[in-house]
């Protein structure tokens, strides 16, 4: 079974940085894309980057110049650069993978979340 596991989240000022990291572990697996999703409170959860196979990227109009996601060489691990945070960039952001493995096949597998939050 493949688990991401988030890390990063904090207390930032408004104007400072964050960088994200998601980490996907387990046996026998492949990752396709990979992206970050974030959910504010009373509000339905939305996607902030993603970065496919080819390593292409794909930015919500809110984050473009503001935020970079990034993989490694093995695409096990992806990063989400936060900068010029906003109060309104406050939310839990969950990693989220399309992940093939030879138990389950093809799937989604998400994050447990990490709290990102901007102060004024």
């Known amino acids: 079974q493949v688990q991401l596991v988030e890390s990063g989240g904090g207390l930032v000022q408004a104007g400072g940085s964050l960088r994200l990291s998601c980490a996907a572990s387990?046996?026998?697996?492949?990752?396709?894309?990979m992206g970050w999703y974030r959910q504010a409170p009373g509000k339905q959860r939305e996607l902030v980057a993603a970065?496919?196979?080819?390593?292409?990227?794909n930015y919500a109009d809110f984050v473009k110049g503001r935020f970079t996601i990034s993989r490694n060489n093995a695409k096990t691990t992806a990063t989400l650069q936060m900068n010029s945070l906003k109060p309104e960039d406050t939310a839990v952001y969950y990693c989220?993978?399309?992940?093939?493995?030879?138990?389950?096949?093809?799937?989604?597998?998400w994050g447990q979340g990490t709290l990102v939050t901007v102060s004024s």
């Open positions: 387990g046996s026998l697996f492949s990752i396709n894309g």
């Open positions: 970065i496919s196979h080819d390593g292409s990227t």
């Open positions: 989220n993978a399309d992940v093939y493995s030879r138990i389950l096949g093809d799937h989604e597998v």
